[in-house]
């Protein structure tokens, strides 16, 4: 097993920095979802991982404690890390996008 | 070269994986979209092979992203880990062989001019420090003597990351490495003051640690160089592997390095400071107002 990032959509939600979505070596893989904190009654979206996109690096870590501050983001194992956004399950939309989350190892039930 | 190559065959698009048809339909062709966005669109860059944490990684999708018109963009590069990711985008990628990008780019740029006239088709050459300052210095510098009408940006993680840790011209003197034991002779290449005795029109110097700077960089260089004459970009890049660089870290190393010897700084002529004003709008260009004179 391997780690992965977590972001963890309160913290996201209430500041909307998009930092890590700027500054992760891949493409297409912290995405941006506008409605995310809507239901929560956050003001703005929040940043999510399509985990299999991800490599492990850990910069958006690094980029979320020092540059942001907002220390919203974890290496978790992909094993343990429960429903999470995969690529297939992205949908883009007007400029937005929005996963159904499934299980990484898995897949959707 | 257009619009047209990133669309389906009418009644194929349903056939179409996943992914392609994301790009087709919220991909960043035909639309204006900024680093700020990125997240929110379909990105033309895709998976690739290179090493989790690569700075390179991270200004080659920062780059791509700030192509002024993705659709009418050609990159050029050669061998070296750059063009494992450049080559997975989805727009034309030519391979110039081992240090030829320069010259490759010159013949292209000029057959597109032919062939499309004034429309503006945007070449732009991505290698590394040693395909571009080493085994390709010779066409590089030809290219702008010769005031080729293309953006050159290199890759500068200062080794040859690719085949385990050479020096290149752009390491710094003493540094030592896994192929360099006994560290450098000789003092980095002053390939920015080249690049302006040559007459690139913009030369530029960037670190990826500001994704908005790159954007602007990028953008200016691509668009000076449609009209004026050769730009010139030079970016930090790390290489975490050869320069044992923890991957979380390498952003700060980027600000250490930014900080301590790779400033930013632009260089452009005054012809292109007239043109990027007056046709695209940058007001940092126009010309200041003459001061007041003092009555007494």
Same mark, same amino acid.
């Given at each position: 097993m391997y780690l992965v990032a977590n972001i963890e959509t309160e913290i996201c939600a209430a500041t909307s920095c998009k930092l890590c979505t700027q500054y992760c070596p891949e493409a297409n893989t912290i995405l941006y979802d506008n409605a995310a904190g809507e239901d929560k009654g956050f003001k703005y979206g929040a940043a999510y991982v399509a985990v299999d996109r991800c490599k492990g690096c850990a910069q958006c870590v690094w980029v979320c404690d020092n540059m942001a501050k907002h220390n919203a983001i974890k290496m978790e194992m992909i094993d343990q890390i429960g429903e999470t956004a995969l690529t297939e399950n992205v949908t883009y939309g007007e400029k937005t996008s929005s996963a159904v989350l499934a299980n990484p190892v898995r897949g959707q039930m | 070269m257009s619009l047209d190559y990133v669309k389906f065959t009418p009644g194929f698009g349903k056939f179409m994986p996943k992914e @392609? /048809? $994301?790009? &087709?339909e919220h991909g960043p062709f035909g639309k204006k979209v900024s680093v700020s966005q990125v997240g929110t669109f379909k990105e033309i860059l895709e998976e690739h092979p290179m090493c989790a944490g690569c700075a390179m990684t991270l200004f080659?999708?920062?780059?791509? =992203?700030?192509?002024?018109?993705?659709?009418?963009?050609? !990159? =050029?590069? !050669?061998?070296g880990c750059g063009r494992l990711a450049i080559s997975q985008a989805a727009i034309p990628f030519v391979y110039g062989n081992y240090g030829d990008q320069n010259g490759v780019a010159s013949g292209l740029t000029r057959g597109l001019r032919l062939r499309f006239g004034d429309k503006p088709k945007d070449v732009v050459v991505m290698a590394g420090? +040693? +395909?571009?300052? $080493?085994i390709g210095f010779a066409q590089t510098l030809h290219s702008w003597f010769r005031k080729e009408k293309f953006t050159t940006i290199m890759l500068d993680n200062e080794v040859y990351g690719n085949t385990g840790g050479q020096e290149s011209g752009m390491t710094n003197k003493n540094q030592v490495l896994k192929m360099a034991p006994l560290g450098k002779k000789f003092e980095k290449m002053d390939m920015l003051?080249?690049?302006?005795?040559? +007459?690139?029109? @913009? &030369?530029?110097t960037v670190v990826p640690n500001n994704p908005r700077r790159v954007e602007s960089v990028i953008k200016k260089a691509v668009l000076v160089a449609r009209e004026i004459g050769p730009s010139y970009i030079?970016? @930090?890049?790390s290489c975490n592997i050869e320069y044992a660089i923890p991957t979380d870290k390498v952003m700060e190393d980027a600000?250490? &390095?930014? !900080? $301590? /010897?790779?400033k930013f700084s632009e260089y452009i002529t005054d012809e292109a400071k007239e043109y990027l004003s007056q046709l695209y709008g940058y007001k940092e260009y126009l010309p200041k107002p003459a001061a007041a004179v003092e009555k007494r």
């Open positions: - | @392609y /048809r $994301d790009m &087709v080659i999708r920062l780059a791509i =992203v700030a192509f002024p018109n993705p659709e009418d963009t050609i !990159t =050029v590069g !050669t061998a420090d +040693g +395909g571009m300052a $080493d003051g080249m690049a302006k005795v040559s +007459g690139c029109a @913009y &030369v530029a030079q970016a @930090y890049t600000k250490t &390095v930014e !900080t $301590d /010897r790779y």
